[in-house]
């Protein structure tokens, strides 16, 4: 079974603090996916990134960063955390074509205080 | 621009009976996919069942089965024999090179 794992399901972070959201997949995925889950606003897409190194904006990129140096491996950036990043953070991987699903972590809930 | 639209934030079944979620999509692509996706309280997203555009037939997995209108943009699931285990938030999505997502309908089964 693919597998999907966020470095922490629950994070308690201050105003201004720079904040790392880990994820690995391990099914040699090219997709790897960051979204953020508020209620009612369903999920918005912050990051994708389709190759190692490559990476391109989604509808709601302000306020954060990735990296991917690994195939494996998409993180998450919040450069100067902000109350009103206080969120579900969710991570997803997927084939590039071929039999496309997105299968997803278990979610880090952030809360910015 | 793709947009996914539910416009059903919360619906209620009757354990036993059956429920259709309404999802609408917009793209001007031909070939593309579709999902449903569940999200229990418990919070993994999971993948309910998968349509290719390029496919007539409705896909179907046990009680789930969709119904899907590609000239009128439309991806409805029908939960049939709803369970107290089908509550959940459950998102429509579309595949173009990356996954949109509606925003979601909240599922209450009723014992």
């Known amino acids: 079974d693919v597998k999907v794992t966020q470095s922490s399901r629950y994070l308690v972070k201050r105003t201004g603090e720079k904040v790392f959201l880990e994820c690995v997949q391990d099914m040699d995925h090219e997709n790897m996916f960051w979204y953020r889950q508020d209620p009612g606003l369903g999920l918005r897409l912050i990051y994708f990134s389709y190759d190692v190194k490559m990476k391109e904006k989604g509808d709601i990129p302000e306020g954060y960063s990735v990296s991917r140096e690994k195939k494996e491996r998409f993180s998450l950036i919040l450069e100067s955390a902000s109350t009103n990043q206080t969120s579900m953070y969710l991570c997803?991987?997927?084939?590039?074509?071929?039999?496309?699903?997105?299968?997803f972590g278990q979610g880090t809930r952030l809360t910015v205080v | 621009a793709q947009t996914v639209t539910q416009s059903q934030p919360e619906m209620s079944v009757q354990e036993a009976e059956t429920v259709t979620l309404s999802c609408t999509y917009d793209t001007s692509e031909s070939d593309y996919y579709l999902f449903w996706y569940k999200q229990p309280p418990s919070r993994q997203m999971i993948l309910v069942i998968r349509?290719?555009?390029?496919?007539?037939q409705n896909a179907t997995e046990n009680r789930f089965s969709v119904n899907f209108q590609k000239a009128a943009k439309s991806f409805s699931l029908k939960i049939s024999d709803s369970q107290l285990g089908d509550a959940a938030m459950y998102f429509c999505?579309?595949?173009?090179?990356?996954?949109?997502f509606g925003t979601g309908t909240s599922l209450t089964v009723i014992p």
């Open positions: 997803a991987s997927s084939l590039f074509q071929g039999v496309v699903e997105a299968f």
């Open positions: 349509q290719e555009a390029y496919k007539q």
């Open positions: 999505a579309l595949y173009e090179n990356q996954f949109y």
